[in-house]
T-cell receptor, first 109, second 116 residues
């Protein structure tokens, strides 16, 4: 069965510092991985997906199949990045997302 | 489009009572998902539908939980009887996976349930 692990419940950094939110997965097939974000008082929403290989709001994530990781990175954190971040994997057979437990990012001024 | 609409936003009830949560997906979406969020277990998939047909309900905790999707624009999640351990935020999400958008879910604002 697939599993997504986010080892940090809380990550606190200062504005301008680099950010790395860790995500590891276990899946027997070829995974499709995503990062979702939930800002305060807003809906959970898609931030980025690995197959797009895009940068959204300065965030990037690279799929490392050797390390089974999909860490989310940003070189310079902004206060508006403070939110809950969820890593997720889609089981193409089931079509449903399996989420990690989430990491709360706090960016301090 | 107003997005996925869930009701009620908040529900407080007593143990043993029936609870019904409602969801209106985005028009035209072919998949609907129900998730439950708790501090202990994070986001758990309960059940999902494709074109109104339940596909996988293996995440439904027990027989007290049931879900229906009578048409493309409405789904319900029912808990009967409710128990304090059912207290959580319940999210509904919809998606247009038929167009290669697997994993791109649109979430509602959630229904926060408290069972006393």
């Amino acid at each position: 069965a697939q599993r997504v692990t986010q080892p940090e419940k809380l990550l606190s950094v200062f504005k301008g510092a680099p950010v790395e939110l860790k995500c590891n997965y276990s899946y027997s097939g070829s995974p499709e991985l995503f990062w979702y974000v939930q800002y305060s008082r807003q809906r959970l929403q898609l931030l980025l997906r690995h197959i797009s290989r895009e940068s959204i709001k300065g965030f990037t994530a690279d799929l490392n199949k050797g390390e089974t990781s999909f860490h989310l990175k940003k070189p310079f954190a902004q206060e508006e990045d403070s939110a809950m971040y969820y890593c997720a994997l889609v089981d193409t057979g089931r079509r449903a997302l399996t989420f990690g437990s989430g990491t709360r990012l706090q960016v301090q001024p | 489009d107003a997005g996925v609409i869930q009701s009620p936003r908040h529900e407080v009830t007593e143990m043993g009572q029936e609870v019904t949560l409602r969801c209106k997906p985005i028009s035209g979406h072919d998949y609907l998902f129900w998730y439950r969020q708790t501090m202990m277990r994070g986001l758990e998939l309960l059940i999902y539908f494709n074109n109104n047909v339940p596909i996988d309900d293996s995440g439904m905790p027990e027989d007290r939980f049931s879900a229906k999707m009578p048409n493309a624009s409405f789904s319900t999640l029912k808990i009967q009887p409710s128990e304090p351990r059912d207290s959580a935020v319940y999210f509904c999400a919809s998606s247009l996976i038929g167009q290669g958008k697997a994993g791109e879910l649109f979430f509602g604002e959630g229904s926060r349930l408290t069972v006393l």
